[in-house]
């Protein structure tokens, strides 16, 4: 029997985000969560993750009908998100890849006219989009430096 597996759910409904992160501009949030896999190590791990989040509250913006796929199979990712929520539409594919220490990221899709005002992240008016589809695939080996800032020193 193998002991590294795993399984579960988390449903949401109206959960008050804001009592837990009280920094950001989150409010409450109504959502499903599904992880099932295999292996806790990066490069035997096998796990796909669902998510579906019917209300999320962000900066007095309600978000709508969002979800997220996702599967790891050893090292390599792939994913989908697809936003039907009227001022922020979009449907992306992502991807990734790690082999010895060797980094393929991938993003593809359509965004849709997302409009900064409505979803209160400008104060004026702006809306942005990428109305054909598109697709970038980088590759090469990619590095994150962490540097505590100054003022915490």
Same mark, same amino acid.
């Given at each position: 029997?193998?002991?590294?597996?795993?399984?579960?759910?988390?449903?949401?409904?109206?959960?008050?985000?804001?009592?837990?992160?009280?920094?950001?501009?989150?409010?409450?949030?109504? *959502?499903?969560?599904? $992880?099932?896999? =295999?292996?806790? &190590?990066?490069? %035997?791990?096998?796990?796909?993750?669902?998510? @579906?989040?019917?209300?999320?509250?962000?900066?007095?913006?309600?978000?709508?009908?969002?979800?997220?796929?996702?599967?790891?199979?050893?090292?390599?990712?792939?994913?989908?998100?697809?936003?039907?929520?009227?001022? *922020?539409?979009?449907? $992306?594919?992502? =991807?990734?890849? &790690?082999?010895? %220490?060797?980094?393929?990221?991938?993003?593809? @899709?359509?965004?849709?006219?997302?409009?900064?005002?409505?979803?209160?992240?400008?104060?004026?008016?702006?809306?942005?989009?990428?109305?054909?589809?598109?697709?970038?695939?980088?590759?090469?080996?990619?590095?994150?430096?962490?540097?505590?800032?100054?003022?915490?020193?």
């Amino acid at each position: 029997m193998n002991r590294e597996t795993y399984n579960g759910e988390l449903t949401l409904s109206r959960f008050p985000l804001d009592r837990f992160l009280t920094v950001d501009s989150l409010g409450s949030a109504s *959502a499903n969560f599904r $992880l099932e896999g =295999r292996y806790f &190590s990066w490069p %035997q791990a096998k796990t796909s993750v669902n998510a @579906g989040i019917r209300q999320l509250f962000y900066k007095e913006h309600e978000y709508k009908d969002i979800t997220l796929q996702a599967t790891l199979d050893k090292t390599h990712l792939r994913g989908t998100m697809v936003s039907k929520d009227p001022d *922020a539409p979009l449907d $992306l594919v992502f =991807r990734g890849d &790690s082999l010895q %220490q060797q980094y393929q990221v991938g993003l593809g @899709g359509y965004i849709g006219k997302v409009d900064l005002q409505a979803l209160h992240l400008m104060q004026e008016p702006l809306t942005m989009g990428a109305e054909s589809r598109f697709a970038r695939f980088y590759r090469g080996t990619f590095r994150l430096c962490f540097k505590k800032p100054a003022s915490i020193a």
